[in-house]
């Protein structure tokens, strides 16, 4: 059998006892967080070096995981697209790094 969760703690004690082993994923450190936002990115619309801008985001999402960080993108594509609505370019949509604030 396996198993997965992100909160052990509220696991009821039976159940983790049938389990003979357990294997803990961390949170991803700031290169795999850039890793996982370009692998997120690559094939969306973006107003900025992909490279560059994924770093920066990766320096500002410590302690995020890689369910966090697409959670923060879909919100970014909603920024952008609430942006270009407002200003009626949604042809010249784009995401910016000022989304993701």
């Given at each position: ?20 082993r ?6 991803p450190?700031?290169?795999?967080r850039?890793a ?9 619309p ?9 770093a ?7 302690g ?5 960080l ?5 919100r ?18 784009q ?7």
């Amino acid at each position: 059998m396996l198993a997965a969760t992100n909160r052990p703690e509220d696991m009821d004690n039976a159940v983790l006892s049938r389990f003979n082993r357990r294997i803990e994923i961390g949170l991803p450190d700031e290169a795999a967080r850039a890793a996982i936002l370009r692998v997120l990115l690559a094939n969306k619309p973006v107003a900025f070096d992909l490279d560059t801008g994924c770093a920066g985001l990766a320096a500002r999402s410590d302690g995020q995981s890689g369910r966090d960080l697409r959670n923060w993108v879909d919100r970014a594509e909603q920024a952008a697209i609430v942006r270009h609505l407002d200003v009626g370019d949604i042809d010249g949509l784009q995401l910016e790094l000022a989304d993701f604030d």
